[in-house]
């Protein structure tokens, strides 16, 4: 059985809507990088501030027999990925996540994000255009090349999630995953 977990992809695939009800269905802490780094005002994406940080989080997990972290950690150095008893890389195509993206951003923000006035604007727009970049982006920044040169570093199982498919079949698939025998490879059909 695989009971710890990392949970990411692409921004806007859903990897963090997916962990926080694999969460519940497995009665397992969560812990989202996003909330739990702080992330610099010209920055989109959590890193952490100091080592310090990411060796606290180490060492938690170290005393934690099962949980799920959601968010990408290929930027920064971390001895978690040797914690890892699988990870669930979640694809979506790029015009989907896109969608996603400004449907959250309104949700959250309102009609702030399109008056040119407001700093929710100007943010919402860097922010859309960094997301925009994750499939050409060079290793220096989160994207498609820096997350599979780091799925292709570890040395534990991945699951690859369609995430287009129906989130509950998504669901019951990593179910069926995280409670069977641990093989050397998975992927989504």
Known sequence: MRKRLLIFGPPGAGSSTL???LATKLSSPLYEIA???S???KEFYPRPTDPSQSSKLYEELCQTPQWIVTGSIALWDSQIKEL???VIYLQLLRLKRL???KFRETE???SSITDPSTREFKRFNQFMYW???FDQAGMERESKILHENWLRSLKTEILRVD???SFEDSIQKILQWTSGPETISSSDS
């Open 99 to 101: 969608d996603r993206l």
């Open 163 to 165: 995430a287009s498919r």
């Open 84 to 86: 890892l008893d699988g």
């Open 39 to 41: 992330v610099p005002e």
């Open 108 to 110: 959250l923000y309102g």
């Open 19 to 21: 962990a926080r009800e």
């Open 35 to 37: 909330e739990i780094f």
């Open 131 to 133: 997301a925009s970049q």
